[in-house]
């Protein structure tokens, strides 16, 4: 399995409050994507990135923002969490060759 | 828009076959994926089509039909550990990135 990590695993907080959720890969992996996961709606992307500093906007990217500062870490911050981004979030990692991604254990996330 | 749908519930008992459907209707096409997530779980990769046929990785199969814009994936002699949620996953680009749009899923229930 890809060493993929993500922190923290739960969180509970308040409308209007910065979030920061990390993702930590050790497969050293170009490309990595946060999604968030809702009943009825399956995955959907949030942001992705292509390499170091290199991100680019998924299907559901308002109220989002990402950086990757280094090739193992994506961050994915809530600048001001409202209660429809309550959602389990993933984050994946892919090689530049493969076409499996491999995901991350999931937050999930409540805002109050 | 983009779409892809399955059924979102299919039952079957233990040692049976089962055969979940996937069709697609999105702007590009460069692969038909499929993932497997139990409760609790983060997806985890099963197959990848890129190409009209059947793939077979042991108990599972993937087929794809890209003139009918249409896939499955077939488990054979059912164990109670396939209950699951399965998720086919387009790659609608043919760019590095490898964004994958996901269907929301099917939840197997395997019976005794």
């Known amino acids: 399995d890809a060493g993929i990590t993500q922190s923290p695993r739960h969180k509970v907080t308040e409308t209007g409050t910065p979030v920061t959720l990390r993702c930590h890969q050790t497969?050293?992996?170009?490309?990595m994507y946060w999604y968030r996961q809702d009943p009825g709606h399956g995955l959907r992307l949030i942001h992705y990135?292509?390499?170091?500093?290199?991100?680019d906007k998924g299907e559901v990217s308002d109220g989002y923002s990402v950086s990757r500062s280094k090739t193992e870490d994506f961050l994915l911050t809530l600048e001001s969490a409202t209660s429809s981004q309550t959602s389990v979030y993933f984050c994946?990692?892919?090689?530049?060759?493969?076409?499996?991604?491999?995901f991350g254990p999931g937050t999930r996330l409540t805002v109050l | 828009g983009q779409s892809l749908e399955q059924p979102s519930e299919v039952t079957a008992v233990e040692g049976a076959i089962v055969q979940i459907n996937c069709t697609y209707q999105?702007?590009?096409?460069?692969?038909l994926s499929w993932y497997q997530q139990h409760d609790g779980g983060a997806p985890t990769f099963l197959s990848y089509?890129?190409?009209?046929g059947l793939e077979e990785t042991g108990r599972f199969s993937s087929f794809l039909s890209r003139s009918d814009s249409y896939g499955y994936l077939l488990l054979q002699e059912l164990q109670m550990k396939d209950s699951a949620s399965y998720f086919c996953?387009?790659?609608?680009?043919?760019?590095?990135?490898?964004?994958?749009?996901f269907g929301k899923g099917t939840k197997l229930s395997v019976k005794p």
């Open positions: 990135s292509y390499g170091v500093k290199d991100t």
């Open positions: 999105t702007s590009g096409f460069y692969g």
């Open positions: 996953a387009v790659r609608d680009d043919g760019g590095s990135q490898g964004n994958l749009i």
């Open positions: 497969e050293n992996h170009r490309y």
């Open positions: 089509n890129a190409l009209d």
């Open positions: 994946a990692s892919r090689d530049r060759v493969s076409n499996e991604q491999f």
